[in-house]
Nanobody
Framework: QVQLVESGGGSVQAGGSLRLSCSAS????????MGWFRQASGPEREGVAA?????????ADSVKGRFTISISEDNAKNVLWLQMSNLKPEDTALYYC??????????????????RGPGTQVTVS
């Protein structure tokens, strides 16, 4: 089972930047997709970005050119990053990372992810 814990959220003015991190521990399949999702006011989630174990990344149209997803390894733990730039008020949401076995694929944002973290709040004013 994969355990995920996010950090790096906060409050920022429009146009500013934040970097989120997600520390991931546990067993990872050789093919694994990790993604960032966000929830604004309602229960519906929005897929922000995802990255395959081979490093291939996909983004929601709303964040392309502003957000960058990456993954690194630190002390045998995978760390998922989300660099967010030129933030807008509509980016305000609870951001959480999630993991699933298998490749992300073109419909990744609609798929069920096996594990998720509790999330970190991002507020843009």
């Amino acid at each position: 089972q994969v355990q995920l814990v996010e950090s790096g959220g906060g409050s920022v003015q429009a146009g500013g930047s934040l970097r989120l991190s997600c520390s991931a521990s546990g067993y990872f399949d050789s093919d694994n997709c990790m993604g960032w999702f966000r929830q604004a006011s309602g229960p519906e989630r929005e897929g922000v970005a995802a990255i395959d174990s081979d490093g291939s990344a996909v983004y929601a149209d709303s964040v392309k050119g502003r957000f960058t997803i990456s993954i690194s390894e630190d002390n045998a733990k995978n760390v998922l990053w989300l660099q967010m730039s030129n933030l807008k008020p509509e980016d305000t949401a609870l951001y959480y990372c999630a993991s699933k076995v298998g490749m992300c694929g073109p419909n990744w944002s609609k798929l069920r992810f096996d594990s998720r973290g509790p999330g970190t709040q991002v507020t843009v004013s």
